[in-house]
Protein backbone atom coordinates (compact mmCIF):
# COMPACT_ATOMS: atom_id res chain seq x y z
CA UNK A 1 0.00 0.00 0.00
CA UNK A 2 2.59 2.58 0.75
CA UNK A 3 5.99 2.16 0.01
CA UNK A 4 8.86 4.56 0.55
CA UNK A 5 12.83 3.74 -0.86
CA UNK A 6 15.74 5.44 0.01
CA UNK A 7 14.26 8.91 1.28
CA UNK A 8 16.46 11.49 1.61
CA UNK A 9 15.30 14.97 3.41
CA UNK A 10 17.46 17.97 4.18
CA UNK A 11 16.71 20.87 6.17
CA UNK A 12 18.80 23.38 4.67
CA UNK A 13 22.03 21.54 5.36
CA UNK A 14 21.25 19.35 8.43
CA UNK A 15 20.82 15.41 7.07
CA UNK A 16 17.55 14.11 8.57
CA UNK A 17 16.27 11.21 6.74
CA UNK A 18 18.83 9.08 5.37
CA UNK A 19 17.76 6.59 2.78
CA UNK A 20 14.69 5.57 4.49
CA UNK A 21 13.29 2.69 3.53
CA UNK A 22 10.21 1.00 4.36
CA UNK A 23 6.33 -0.08 3.86
CA UNK A 24 3.03 -0.51 5.00
CA UNK A 25 0.67 -3.44 4.37
CA UNK A 26 -3.11 -2.90 3.76
CA UNK A 27 -4.65 -3.02 7.06
CA UNK A 28 -1.43 -2.91 9.36
CA UNK A 29 -0.68 -0.73 11.93
CA UNK A 30 3.05 0.15 12.00
CA UNK A 31 4.77 2.10 14.43
CA UNK A 32 7.60 3.92 14.62
CA UNK A 33 9.75 4.43 17.57
CA UNK A 34 12.54 6.87 18.06
CA UNK A 35 14.15 9.31 20.29
CA UNK A 36 13.07 13.01 20.01
CA UNK A 37 14.60 14.51 16.83
CA UNK A 38 15.25 10.88 14.91
CA UNK A 39 12.84 12.91 11.96
CA UNK A 40 10.16 10.44 13.08
CA UNK A 41 7.58 13.65 12.56
CA UNK A 42 9.67 14.92 9.04
CA UNK A 43 9.33 11.42 8.01
CA UNK A 44 5.11 12.02 8.04
CA UNK A 45 5.35 14.93 7.09
CA UNK A 46 7.30 14.27 3.82
CA UNK A 47 4.47 11.32 3.11
CA UNK A 48 2.38 14.04 3.14
CA UNK A 49 3.97 16.51 1.15
CA UNK A 50 4.58 18.94 3.81
CA UNK A 51 8.22 18.41 3.74
CA UNK A 52 10.13 17.73 0.23
CA UNK A 53 12.51 15.74 -0.05
CA UNK A 54 15.99 15.59 -1.76
CA UNK A 55 15.92 11.85 -3.21
CA UNK A 56 14.24 8.79 -3.25
CA UNK A 57 10.18 7.83 -4.51
CA UNK A 58 7.08 7.36 -2.12
CA UNK A 59 4.68 4.75 -3.60
CA UNK A 60 1.28 5.16 -2.45
CA UNK A 61 -1.23 2.19 -4.09
CA UNK A 62 1.25 1.29 -6.58
CA UNK A 63 1.51 5.36 -7.96
CA UNK A 64 4.62 7.25 -7.05
CA UNK A 65 3.61 10.18 -5.29
CA UNK A 66 6.69 12.46 -5.27
CA UNK A 67 5.39 15.55 -7.02
CA UNK A 68 2.08 15.69 -5.83
CA UNK A 69 0.80 18.70 -3.77
CA UNK A 70 -0.62 17.66 -0.24
CA UNK A 71 -4.14 17.92 -1.57
CA UNK A 72 -4.09 15.61 -4.13
CA UNK A 73 -2.38 13.32 -1.60
CA UNK A 74 -5.22 13.45 0.53
CA UNK A 75 -7.95 13.16 -2.33
CA UNK A 76 -5.81 9.91 -2.80
CA UNK A 77 -6.73 8.58 0.76
CA UNK A 78 -3.49 10.14 2.65
CA UNK A 79 -4.51 11.59 5.74
CA UNK A 80 -2.42 12.74 8.54
CA UNK A 81 -3.14 14.02 12.25
CA UNK A 82 -0.20 16.43 12.93
CA UNK A 83 1.40 16.77 16.28
CA UNK A 84 -0.36 19.82 17.78
CA UNK A 85 -3.20 18.70 16.24
CA UNK A 86 -4.15 21.39 13.78
CA UNK A 87 -7.66 22.21 14.68
CA UNK A 88 -9.61 25.18 13.76
CA UNK A 89 -10.48 26.58 16.86
CA UNK A 90 -12.31 29.67 16.01
CA UNK A 91 -15.07 26.86 14.25
CA UNK A 92 -17.08 24.30 15.69
CA UNK A 93 -16.79 20.94 16.30
CA UNK A 94 -18.91 19.65 13.62
CA UNK A 95 -17.49 22.73 11.02
CA UNK A 96 -13.99 21.01 11.75
CA UNK A 97 -15.01 17.34 11.01
CA UNK A 98 -17.39 18.52 7.89
CA UNK A 99 -14.09 19.66 6.94
CA UNK A 100 -12.55 16.91 6.88
CA UNK A 101 -14.33 15.54 4.53
CA UNK A 102 -13.52 18.43 2.00
CA UNK A 103 -11.76 16.26 -0.08
CA UNK A 104 -14.44 14.62 -1.67
CA UNK A 105 -17.49 16.59 -0.32
CA UNK A 106 -19.75 18.08 -3.19
CA UNK A 107 -23.60 18.37 -4.08
CA UNK A 108 -23.53 15.18 -5.05
CA UNK A 109 -21.88 13.34 -1.81
CA UNK A 110 -23.66 15.44 1.03
CA UNK A 111 -26.31 12.42 1.93
CA UNK A 112 -22.93 10.62 2.80
CA UNK A 113 -20.89 13.28 4.93
CA UNK A 114 -23.87 13.38 6.59
CA UNK A 115 -24.05 9.76 7.12
CA UNK A 116 -20.68 9.21 7.70
CA UNK A 117 -21.19 12.65 10.07
CA UNK A 118 -23.82 10.57 12.45
CA UNK A 119 -21.64 7.30 12.39
CA UNK A 120 -18.67 9.45 13.41
CA UNK A 121 -20.50 10.76 16.32
CA UNK A 122 -21.84 7.42 17.02
CA UNK A 123 -18.11 6.41 18.06
CA UNK A 124 -17.01 9.75 19.78
CA UNK A 125 -20.43 10.77 21.84
CA UNK A 126 -18.22 13.43 23.57
CA UNK A 127 -17.99 15.12 20.10
CA UNK A 128 -21.54 14.63 19.38
CA UNK A 129 -22.41 16.43 22.69
CA UNK A 130 -20.00 19.65 21.46
CA UNK A 131 -20.85 19.64 18.09
CA UNK A 132 -22.27 23.20 18.06
CA UNK A 133 -19.36 24.68 20.44
CA UNK A 134 -16.10 26.53 19.06
CA UNK A 135 -13.08 23.71 19.16
CA UNK A 136 -10.90 25.61 20.97
CA UNK A 137 -12.90 25.45 23.60
CA UNK A 138 -12.25 21.39 24.28
CA UNK A 139 -9.97 20.14 26.35
CA UNK A 140 -6.55 18.44 25.19
CA UNK A 141 -7.70 15.17 24.83
CA UNK A 142 -11.50 15.89 23.38
CA UNK A 143 -9.37 18.07 20.72
CA UNK A 144 -7.05 14.94 20.23
CA UNK A 145 -10.38 12.54 19.79
CA UNK A 146 -11.10 15.58 17.34
CA UNK A 147 -8.52 15.87 15.43
CA UNK A 148 -8.38 11.56 14.95
CA UNK A 149 -12.31 11.62 13.70
CA UNK A 150 -11.20 15.22 11.08
CA UNK A 151 -9.13 12.48 9.75
CA UNK A 152 -11.62 10.22 9.79
CA UNK A 153 -13.75 12.34 7.91
CA UNK A 154 -11.31 11.86 4.57
CA UNK A 155 -11.98 8.37 4.46
CA UNK A 156 -8.46 7.65 4.66
CA UNK A 157 -6.68 4.54 3.24
CA UNK A 158 -3.70 5.27 5.23
CA UNK A 159 -3.66 7.25 8.38
CA UNK A 160 -0.49 9.05 9.62
CA UNK A 161 -0.48 9.55 13.32
CA UNK A 162 2.04 11.92 15.08
CA UNK A 163 2.13 11.01 18.55
CA UNK A 164 -1.10 10.88 19.34
CA UNK A 165 -0.56 10.50 22.88
CA UNK A 166 1.35 14.14 23.83
CA UNK A 167 -0.28 16.20 26.20
CA UNK A 168 -3.12 13.84 27.36
CA UNK A 169 -3.51 12.46 30.38
CA UNK A 170 -2.35 8.69 30.27
CA UNK A 171 -5.96 6.95 30.99
CA UNK A 172 -7.39 8.73 27.60
CA UNK A 173 -4.17 7.59 26.01
CA UNK A 174 -5.17 4.12 26.51
CA UNK A 175 -8.44 5.29 25.47
CA UNK A 176 -7.40 6.69 22.00
CA UNK A 177 -5.30 3.77 21.04
CA UNK A 178 -8.28 0.84 21.61
CA UNK A 179 -10.44 4.03 19.30
CA UNK A 180 -7.43 3.39 16.83
CA UNK A 181 -7.49 -0.30 16.76
CA UNK A 182 -11.41 -0.51 16.36
CA UNK A 183 -11.12 1.89 13.55
CA UNK A 184 -7.91 0.12 12.00
CA UNK A 185 -11.25 -3.08 12.39
CA UNK A 186 -14.00 -0.79 10.66
CA UNK A 187 -12.59 0.85 8.16
CA UNK A 188 -9.59 -1.55 7.35
CA UNK A 189 -7.40 1.41 6.59
CA UNK A 190 -3.53 1.31 7.37
CA UNK A 191 -1.97 3.10 9.66
CA UNK A 192 1.52 4.52 10.25
CA UNK A 193 2.24 5.65 14.03
CA UNK A 194 4.87 7.91 15.17
CA UNK A 195 5.10 7.61 19.06
CA UNK A 196 7.22 8.44 22.30
CA UNK A 197 5.46 5.80 24.70
CA UNK A 198 6.94 3.11 23.00
CA UNK A 199 4.81 0.03 24.94
CA UNK A 200 1.75 1.18 24.03
CA UNK A 201 2.52 1.18 20.52
CA UNK A 202 4.51 -1.79 20.85
CA UNK A 203 0.99 -3.55 22.37
CA UNK A 204 -1.56 -1.95 19.29
CA UNK A 205 1.07 -2.48 16.23
CA UNK A 206 1.91 -5.58 13.72
CA UNK A 207 5.19 -4.65 12.98
CA UNK A 208 7.58 -1.50 14.33
CA UNK A 209 10.48 0.50 12.71
CA UNK A 210 13.30 1.64 14.91
CA UNK A 211 14.63 5.05 13.76
CA UNK A 212 17.82 6.79 15.18
CA UNK A 213 19.14 10.00 13.64
CA UNK A 214 17.58 9.55 10.49
CA UNK A 215 17.99 6.17 10.31
CA UNK A 216 16.32 2.73 9.99
CA UNK A 217 17.94 0.69 12.53
CA UNK A 218 15.36 -1.63 13.30
CA UNK A 219 12.52 -3.66 11.76
CA UNK A 220 10.39 -6.69 12.68
CA UNK A 221 6.84 -7.66 13.79
CA UNK A 222 5.89 -5.61 17.22
CA UNK A 223 5.79 -9.18 19.55
CA UNK A 224 9.42 -10.41 19.04
CA UNK A 225 10.82 -6.58 19.23
CA UNK A 226 8.86 -6.06 22.76
CA UNK A 227 11.58 -9.58 23.28
CA UNK A 228 14.55 -7.96 21.46
CA UNK A 229 16.81 -6.87 24.47
CA UNK A 230 18.18 -3.85 22.70
CA UNK A 231 14.94 -2.65 22.56
CA UNK A 232 13.81 -2.87 25.73
CA UNK A 233 17.04 -1.52 27.33
CA UNK A 234 16.77 1.58 24.58
CA UNK A 235 12.92 1.77 24.56
CA UNK A 236 11.31 0.43 27.47
CA UNK A 237 13.33 0.71 30.10
CA UNK A 238 12.69 0.92 33.82
CA UNK A 239 13.09 4.78 33.67
CA UNK A 240 11.12 5.11 30.93
CA UNK A 241 8.11 3.30 32.70
CA UNK A 242 8.27 5.14 35.65
CA UNK A 243 7.98 8.32 33.34
CA UNK A 244 4.68 6.73 31.90
CA UNK A 245 2.82 5.06 34.52
CA UNK A 246 0.80 3.11 32.65
CA UNK B 1 -33.00 69.04 14.97
CA UNK B 2 -33.74 69.08 11.63
CA UNK B 3 -30.12 70.37 10.37
CA UNK B 4 -29.23 66.82 13.10
CA UNK B 5 -31.47 64.74 10.98
CA UNK B 6 -29.46 65.88 7.93
CA UNK B 7 -25.86 65.32 9.13
CA UNK B 8 -27.24 62.32 10.87
CA UNK B 9 -28.59 61.09 7.30
CA UNK B 10 -25.92 62.43 4.79
CA UNK B 11 -23.54 60.28 7.37
CA UNK B 12 -25.86 56.97 6.85
CA UNK B 13 -25.18 57.68 3.21
CA UNK B 14 -21.39 57.95 3.70
CA UNK B 15 -21.64 55.28 6.04
CA UNK B 16 -23.25 52.76 4.27
CA UNK B 17 -20.06 52.67 1.67
CA UNK B 18 -17.71 52.32 3.88
CA UNK B 19 -19.18 49.34 5.24
CA UNK B 20 -19.75 47.86 1.44
CA UNK B 21 -15.87 48.54 1.07
CA UNK B 22 -14.96 47.24 5.04
CA UNK B 23 -16.87 43.91 3.91
CA UNK B 24 -14.23 43.36 1.25
CA UNK B 25 -11.54 43.90 3.37
CA UNK B 26 -12.73 41.04 5.70
CA UNK B 27 -13.08 38.61 3.09
CA UNK B 28 -9.36 38.94 2.04
CA UNK B 29 -8.83 38.84 5.88
CA UNK B 30 -11.30 36.27 6.91
CA UNK B 31 -8.90 33.72 4.15
CA UNK B 32 -5.45 35.20 4.75
CA UNK B 33 -4.66 37.56 7.45
CA UNK B 34 -3.64 39.70 5.33
CA UNK B 35 -5.39 43.30 4.33
CA UNK B 36 -5.43 44.22 0.39
CA UNK B 37 -4.49 48.13 0.73
CA UNK B 38 -5.55 48.09 -2.92
CA UNK B 39 -9.38 47.73 -2.02
CA UNK B 40 -9.82 51.75 -2.43
CA UNK B 41 -8.51 51.57 -6.23
CA UNK B 42 -11.05 49.57 -6.56
CA UNK B 43 -13.78 50.95 -5.67
CA UNK B 44 -12.68 53.75 -8.16
CA UNK B 45 -12.00 50.96 -10.99
CA UNK B 46 -15.84 49.73 -10.48
CA UNK B 47 -17.22 53.83 -10.63
CA UNK B 48 -14.99 53.99 -13.98
CA UNK B 49 -15.59 51.64 -15.88
CA UNK B 50 -19.60 51.97 -14.95
CA UNK B 51 -19.50 54.79 -16.71
CA UNK B 52 -17.38 53.88 -19.74
CA UNK B 53 -19.73 50.84 -19.85
CA UNK B 54 -23.08 52.62 -18.99
CA UNK B 55 -22.39 56.43 -20.23
CA UNK B 56 -19.74 55.73 -23.21
CA UNK B 57 -20.89 52.68 -24.52
CA UNK B 58 -24.50 53.35 -23.60
CA UNK B 59 -24.87 49.91 -23.20
CA UNK B 60 -27.93 48.82 -20.94
CA UNK B 61 -27.74 49.54 -17.14
CA UNK B 62 -27.45 45.85 -16.32
CA UNK B 63 -25.51 44.66 -18.47
CA UNK B 64 -23.02 47.63 -17.84
CA UNK B 65 -23.46 46.58 -14.08
CA UNK B 66 -22.16 42.76 -13.94
CA UNK B 67 -19.08 44.09 -16.97
CA UNK B 68 -18.28 46.43 -14.31
CA UNK B 69 -18.02 43.43 -11.75
CA UNK B 70 -16.29 41.20 -14.70
CA UNK B 71 -13.39 43.91 -15.29
CA UNK B 72 -13.34 44.12 -11.40
CA UNK B 73 -12.92 40.15 -10.75
CA UNK B 74 -10.83 39.74 -13.62
CA UNK B 75 -8.14 42.48 -12.43
CA UNK B 76 -8.76 41.32 -8.79
CA UNK B 77 -7.75 37.57 -10.30
CA UNK B 78 -4.53 38.84 -12.53
CA UNK B 79 -3.40 40.71 -8.79
CA UNK B 80 -3.41 37.56 -7.05
CA UNK B 81 -1.71 35.53 -9.76
CA UNK B 82 0.72 37.70 -10.81
CA UNK B 83 1.81 39.50 -7.24
CA UNK B 84 0.46 37.31 -4.31
CA UNK B 85 0.49 33.71 -5.55
CA UNK B 86 4.65 33.81 -6.23
CA UNK B 87 5.33 35.07 -2.86
CA UNK B 88 2.46 33.33 -0.30
CA UNK B 89 4.57 30.63 0.29
CA UNK B 90 7.14 33.22 1.91
CA UNK B 91 4.54 33.84 4.75
CA UNK B 92 5.22 37.24 5.40
CA UNK B 93 2.38 39.54 6.19
CA UNK B 94 4.03 42.57 6.04
CA UNK B 95 5.34 42.00 2.60
CA UNK B 96 2.41 40.83 1.02
CA UNK B 97 0.80 43.60 2.37
CA UNK B 98 3.14 45.95 0.88
CA UNK B 99 2.63 44.39 -2.32
CA UNK B 100 -1.30 45.65 -2.33
CA UNK B 101 0.02 48.86 -1.86
CA UNK B 102 2.04 48.30 -4.48
CA UNK B 103 -0.51 47.15 -6.63
CA UNK B 104 -2.94 50.23 -6.01
CA UNK B 105 -0.23 52.83 -7.02
CA UNK B 106 0.20 50.10 -10.53
CA UNK B 107 -3.76 50.39 -10.18
CA UNK B 108 -4.21 53.92 -10.25
CA UNK B 109 -1.88 54.84 -12.51
CA UNK B 110 -3.45 53.03 -14.63
CA UNK B 111 -6.73 54.41 -14.26
CA UNK B 112 -5.54 57.72 -14.95
CA UNK B 113 -3.85 56.21 -18.03
CA UNK B 114 -6.92 55.43 -19.52
CA UNK B 115 -9.63 57.62 -18.32
CA UNK B 116 -7.44 60.63 -17.06
CA UNK B 117 -8.50 62.76 -14.42
CA UNK B 118 -11.53 64.10 -14.68
CA UNK B 119 -14.37 63.20 -12.18
CA UNK B 120 -16.91 61.11 -14.23
CA UNK B 121 -20.93 60.44 -12.69
CA UNK B 122 -23.66 58.91 -14.57
CA UNK B 123 -27.13 58.97 -13.50
CA UNK B 124 -28.29 56.62 -10.16
CA UNK B 125 -30.30 53.65 -10.69
CA UNK B 126 -33.79 55.20 -9.12
CA UNK B 127 -34.22 58.62 -10.49
CA UNK B 128 -36.61 61.20 -9.24
CA UNK B 129 -36.87 63.81 -6.52
CA UNK B 130 -34.87 63.18 -3.35
CA UNK B 131 -37.38 62.04 -0.25
CA UNK B 132 -37.90 64.13 2.62
CA UNK B 133 -37.99 62.82 5.85
CA UNK B 134 -38.48 65.03 8.56
CA UNK B 135 -37.23 67.94 7.14
CA UNK B 136 -34.23 66.44 5.87
CA UNK B 137 -33.44 64.90 2.73
CA UNK B 138 -32.33 61.55 1.22
CA UNK B 139 -31.50 60.26 -2.19
CA UNK B 140 -32.87 57.57 -3.42
CA UNK B 141 -29.69 56.23 -4.41
CA UNK B 142 -29.23 55.58 -0.53
CA UNK B 143 -31.85 53.01 -0.30
CA UNK B 144 -30.17 51.25 -3.06
CA UNK B 145 -27.02 51.29 -1.51
CA UNK B 146 -29.01 49.84 1.55
CA UNK B 147 -30.43 47.39 0.06
CA UNK B 148 -27.19 46.12 -1.88
CA UNK B 149 -25.32 46.12 1.54
CA UNK B 150 -28.35 44.13 3.28
CA UNK B 151 -27.88 41.59 -0.18
CA UNK B 152 -24.15 41.50 0.58
CA UNK B 153 -24.39 40.95 4.21
CA UNK B 154 -27.14 38.23 3.53
CA UNK B 155 -24.87 36.59 1.21
CA UNK B 156 -21.47 36.81 3.19
CA UNK B 157 -23.06 35.24 6.31
CA UNK B 158 -24.64 32.82 4.15
CA UNK B 159 -21.19 32.01 2.74
CA UNK B 160 -18.75 31.84 5.57
CA UNK B 161 -21.21 29.93 7.68
CA UNK B 162 -23.15 27.73 5.70
CA UNK B 163 -21.12 26.50 2.74
CA UNK B 164 -17.92 24.31 2.85
CA UNK B 165 -16.27 26.46 0.98
CA UNK B 166 -16.53 29.55 2.58
CA UNK B 167 -15.67 27.54 5.76
CA UNK B 168 -12.55 26.02 4.44
CA UNK B 169 -11.60 29.89 3.36
CA UNK B 170 -11.91 30.49 7.45
CA UNK B 171 -9.81 27.53 8.07
CA UNK B 172 -7.37 29.03 5.70
CA UNK B 173 -6.75 32.26 8.14
CA UNK B 174 -6.65 30.16 11.23
CA UNK B 175 -3.82 27.51 10.22
CA UNK B 176 -2.27 27.08 6.45
CA UNK B 177 -1.31 23.95 7.43
CA UNK B 178 -3.92 22.42 9.04
CA UNK B 179 -6.51 23.05 5.52
CA UNK B 180 -3.62 21.86 3.71
CA UNK B 181 -3.89 18.81 5.39
CA UNK B 182 -7.75 18.46 5.25
CA UNK B 183 -6.81 18.64 1.14
CA UNK B 184 -7.65 22.81 0.44
CA UNK B 185 -5.88 24.26 -2.15
CA UNK B 186 -5.08 27.32 -0.51
CA UNK B 187 -3.69 29.15 -3.34
CA UNK B 188 -7.33 28.82 -4.91
CA UNK B 189 -8.75 30.08 -1.84
CA UNK B 190 -6.39 33.05 -1.90
CA UNK B 191 -7.34 33.89 -5.36
CA UNK B 192 -11.47 33.45 -4.69
CA UNK B 193 -10.96 35.82 -1.47
CA UNK B 194 -9.57 38.74 -3.53
CA UNK B 195 -11.65 38.19 -6.92
CA UNK B 196 -14.45 38.40 -4.22
CA UNK B 197 -13.26 41.19 -2.37
CA UNK B 198 -12.43 43.08 -5.73
CA UNK B 199 -16.00 42.58 -6.63
CA UNK B 200 -17.43 43.81 -3.79
CA UNK B 201 -15.06 47.11 -3.58
CA UNK B 202 -16.22 47.33 -7.26
CA UNK B 203 -19.85 47.18 -6.42
CA UNK B 204 -19.49 50.19 -4.03
CA UNK B 205 -17.86 52.17 -6.50
CA UNK B 206 -21.04 51.47 -9.09
CA UNK B 207 -22.76 52.47 -5.92
CA UNK B 208 -21.37 55.67 -5.02
CA UNK B 209 -20.62 56.95 -8.20
CA UNK B 210 -24.14 58.73 -9.41
CA UNK B 211 -23.76 60.30 -5.37
CA UNK B 212 -20.10 61.85 -5.61
CA UNK B 213 -18.50 61.44 -8.76
CA UNK B 214 -15.57 59.26 -9.23
CA UNK B 215 -12.06 60.39 -10.14
CA UNK B 216 -8.26 58.32 -10.59
CA UNK B 217 -7.13 59.11 -7.18
CA UNK B 218 -9.69 58.48 -4.66
CA UNK B 219 -8.82 55.40 -3.82
CA UNK B 220 -6.06 56.02 -1.30
CA UNK B 221 -8.46 57.73 1.16
CA UNK B 222 -10.91 55.19 0.53
CA UNK B 223 -9.32 52.53 1.57
CA UNK B 224 -8.17 54.30 5.19
CA UNK B 225 -12.11 54.96 5.61
CA UNK B 226 -12.40 51.38 5.18
CA UNK B 227 -9.61 50.26 7.06
CA UNK B 228 -10.91 52.52 10.17
CA UNK B 229 -14.73 50.94 9.57
CA UNK B 230 -13.14 47.25 9.86
CA UNK B 231 -10.80 48.43 12.96
CA UNK B 232 -13.95 49.88 14.49
CA UNK B 233 -16.05 46.95 14.84
CA UNK B 234 -13.26 44.59 14.66
CA UNK B 235 -11.18 43.63 11.87
CA UNK B 236 -12.74 39.78 10.09
CA UNK B 237 -16.56 40.31 11.73
CA UNK B 238 -19.13 41.09 9.00
CA UNK B 239 -21.85 42.65 11.62
CA UNK B 240 -18.51 44.95 12.59
CA UNK B 241 -17.71 46.08 9.36
CA UNK B 242 -21.26 47.35 8.97
CA UNK B 243 -21.78 48.51 12.08
CA UNK B 244 -18.12 50.03 11.69
CA UNK B 245 -19.03 51.97 8.40
CA UNK B 246 -21.87 53.40 10.10
CA UNK B 247 -20.41 54.99 12.97
CA UNK B 248 -17.59 56.28 10.87
CA UNK B 249 -20.03 57.94 8.13
CA UNK B 250 -22.28 59.18 10.99
CA UNK B 251 -19.22 60.77 13.22
CA UNK B 252 -17.86 62.28 9.80
CA UNK B 253 -20.59 63.98 8.95
CA UNK B 254 -21.78 65.49 12.67
CA UNK B 255 -17.86 66.58 12.79
CA UNK B 256 -17.98 67.67 9.58
CA UNK B 257 -21.08 69.69 10.44
CA UNK B 258 -21.12 71.12 13.78
CA UNK B 259 -17.38 71.45 14.20
CA UNK B 260 -15.47 72.03 11.03
CA UNK B 261 -15.94 70.52 7.62
CA UNK B 262 -11.94 70.44 7.54
CA UNK B 263 -11.69 68.39 10.20
CA UNK B 264 -13.84 65.29 8.28
CA UNK B 265 -11.10 62.81 7.53
CA UNK B 266 -9.32 63.81 10.78
CA UNK B 267 -11.82 62.00 12.38
CA UNK B 268 -11.65 58.97 10.79
CA UNK B 269 -7.73 58.61 11.76
CA UNK B 270 -8.23 59.77 15.34
CA UNK B 271 -10.93 57.23 15.74
CA UNK B 272 -8.29 54.78 14.11
CA UNK B 273 -5.69 55.44 16.60
CA UNK B 274 -7.78 55.48 19.32
CA UNK B 275 -9.24 52.52 18.74
CA UNK B 276 -5.97 50.59 18.45
CA UNK B 277 -4.37 52.22 21.47
CA UNK B 278 -7.34 51.47 23.73
CA UNK B 279 -9.57 48.22 21.90
CA UNK B 280 -7.78 46.86 19.18
CA UNK B 281 -10.06 43.98 18.98
CA UNK B 282 -12.76 46.15 17.88
CA UNK B 283 -16.03 47.65 19.88
CA UNK B 284 -17.81 44.13 19.01
CA UNK B 285 -15.49 41.08 19.43
CA UNK B 286 -14.36 40.20 22.27
CA UNK B 287 -10.46 39.70 22.94
CA UNK B 288 -10.57 36.44 23.86
CA UNK B 289 -12.44 35.73 20.42
CA UNK B 290 -9.77 37.35 18.96
CA UNK B 291 -6.97 35.36 20.26
CA UNK B 292 -8.60 31.95 19.60
CA UNK B 293 -8.39 33.17 16.05
CA UNK B 294 -4.87 33.35 16.36
CA UNK B 295 -3.50 30.47 17.80
Request: with cysteine.
Amino acid sequence: MLILRGLDVYYGSLHILKKVTLHVNEGEIVAILGANGAGKSTLLKSIIGLVKMASGSILFQGREINSLPVEKRVRLGLSLVPEGKGIFKPLTVEDNLLLGAYSWYNFNHKGEVKALLEEIYGLFPVLAEKRHQLAGILSGGQQQILAIARALMAKPKLLLLDEPSMGIAPNLVLEIFQHIKKLRELYNMSVLLVEQNAKLSLKISDRVYVLETGKIIFEGDSKSAMENPEIQRAYLGRDLDREVPL
Amino acid sequence: MEIFLQFFLSGVTVGAIYALIALGFNIVYNTTSILNLAQGEFVVLGGLFMWLFFQKMELPYYISFFLTLLTAGIFAFLMERLTIKPLLKTGDPLLLILITIAFSILLKGLLMFIFGKDPYGYPPLLEGMPILLGGAVIQKQVLVILAFILLTMIFLYFFFNKTILGKAMKACAFDQVAAQLMGINISRMVMLSFVLSGIFAALAGILITPITFMEYDRGAILTIKAFTASILGGLGSIWGAIAGGFILGIAENLVAGYIHSGLKDAISLVLLLIMLLLKPAGLFQKEEEVRLKKL
